[in-house]
């Protein structure tokens, strides 16, 4: 399970739900702040950074490729339009982008991605669109190579059919920022699926 962060959603102060999240040991987590500017989310990385390294997390920032390389944060993840206008991924290690389509998955293949984030897979209180549902996320996951995690409403009881699908794994943002036990999310949101 990858966590995306957005603590205006957080029913606890911000970093304690990063440090009980980062002791559950998901897969990565994305921190996404895009309101802050550069100083304000430089301290935040800085701070999440710190409670990653000591669980042993990795940490990606999302879009903000200079506060990344400024904490020598090696992991980055891009809306599909920087991806497109970045020219040198050469200062990390693993590039991401989220894609709406299987053309923008294709391409963000052919740019350097590493594993795409593909959605919104279910409904979800963060999107006023309709949700593309499984058959989209089956087509992402056949068109590409990488890794594709489904995002956008998954829940544990959705999370079997997003595996189904030939998903790498979930991507949450909601339910990571409120959830009181994640140590329970991680898990069942990690299990393997026969």
Same mark, same amino acid.
């Given at each position: 399970?990858?966590?995306?962060?957005?603590?205006?959603?957080?029913?606890?102060?911000?970093?304690?739900?990063?440090? &009980?999240?980062?002791?559950?040991?998901?897969?990565?987590?994305?921190?996404?702040? +895009?309101?802050?500017? $550069?100083?304000?989310?430089?301290?935040?990385?800085?701070?999440?950074? /710190?409670?990653?390294?000591? *669980?042993?997390?990795?940490?990606?920032?999302?879009?903000? %490729?200079?506060?990344?390389?400024? &904490?020598?944060?090696?992991?980055?993840?891009?809306?599909?339009? &920087? %991806?497109?206008?970045?020219?040198?991924? @050469?200062?990390?290690?693993?590039?991401?982008?989220? !894609? *709406?389509?299987?053309?923008?998955?294709?391409?963000?293949?052919? &740019?350097?991605?590493?594993?795409?984030?593909?959605?919104?897979?279910?409904?979800?209180?963060? +999107?006023? @669109?309709?949700?593309? =549902?499984?058959?989209?996320?089956?087509?992402?996951?056949?068109?590409?190579?990488?890794?594709?995690?489904?995002?956008?409403?998954?829940?544990?009881?959705? $999370?079997?059919?997003? %595996?189904?699908?030939?998903?790498? =794994?979930?991507? !949450? %943002?909601?339910?990571?920022?409120?959830?009181?036990?994640?140590? /329970?999310? !991680?898990?069942?949101?990690?299990?393997?699926?026969?």
């Amino acid at each position: 399970m990858i966590a995306i962060t957005a603590r205006n959603l957080c029913a606890r102060p911000f970093l304690e739900q990063i440090g &009980l999240l980062a002791a559950a040991h998901p897969e990565m987590i994305i921190l996404r702040e +895009k309101d802050l500017c $550069y100083d304000e989310l430089l301290v935040l990385a800085a701070q999440c950074l /710190e409670i990653c390294e000591r *669980h042993n997390v990795p940490l990606a920032i999302n879009s903000d %490729m200079d506060v990344a390389r400024e &904490l020598n944060i090696c992991r980055i993840h891009l809306p599909m339009q &920087l %991806m497109r206008e970045t020219e040198d991924f @050469s200062d990390f290690s693993l590039v991401g982008a989220s !894609v *709406h389509s299987v053309d923008q998955a294709r391409e963000a293949e052919d &740019l350097g991605a590493d594993y795409v984030l593909a959605g919104h897979v279910f409904h979800t209180a963060c +999107k006023d @669109s309709d949700p593309r =549902g499984i058959p989209f996320l089956e087509a992402i996951c056949d068109a590409v190579d990488i890794p594709v995690y489904g995002v956008g409403g998954i829940t544990p009881e959705t $999370y079997p059919d997003v %595996m189904r699908a030939g998903a790498a =794994g979930a991507a !949450v %943002m909601s339910s990571a920022m409120t959830e009181q036990e994640p140590a /329970e999310l !991680v898990q069942r949101l990690s299990r393997r699926i026969e």
